[in-house]
């Protein structure tokens, strides 16, 4: 799968997972618990697809305009990953606390996701070419591979 492809996949998978945290109820604790931690994993594995492989091409390939747009695009991650996902996660799920938490995460990811999608995607499909991409496409499966296999012996060793 090429590069953009792959991550638009994962964009749909983290919408999904947004969809049902918002519909979910207070009393749904456990399921609450559960699509926090599918959320967290997706995005911290996507995160670094994005930023080990595909942004740093794409600033390389691009000028001052796409050099503007990948410090944007991680200070977007920085955001999500360090101060509002923690923020979620520390929220006892049987509160509205939680669901005003859930929508603010589901905001900015789902603004950050249409950026990409409309702006940094279609500029790095003409700046990289299809080689490229394919072969950046590759890379994201190893790195993808390789940390979920990590993440996993953590999760045996915890
Ligand atoms: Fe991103
Ligand atoms: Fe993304």
Known sequence: MNAIDLLKADHERVKDILARLS???ERAL?????????????????TRL???????????AGSKE????????????RTVDSLVLPDLKATDPGTPEFAGRVKVVR?????????EEKEMFPQARKLLGKATLDELGKQMENLKGKLKKEMATEHIAA
């Open 23 to 25: 519909e979910s109820t």
């Open 30 to 46: 456990k399921k609450r618990t559960e699509l926090l931690g599918k959320l967290e994993t997706e995005i911290s594995i996507h």
């Open 50 to 60: 994005e930023e080990d492989i595909l942004y740093p091409a794409f600033k390389q």
């Open 66 to 77: 796409q050099d503007v747009m990948y410090f944007e695009a991680k200070e977007e991650h």
């Open 107 to 115: 905001e900015l990811l789902e603004h950050h996701i249409e950026e």
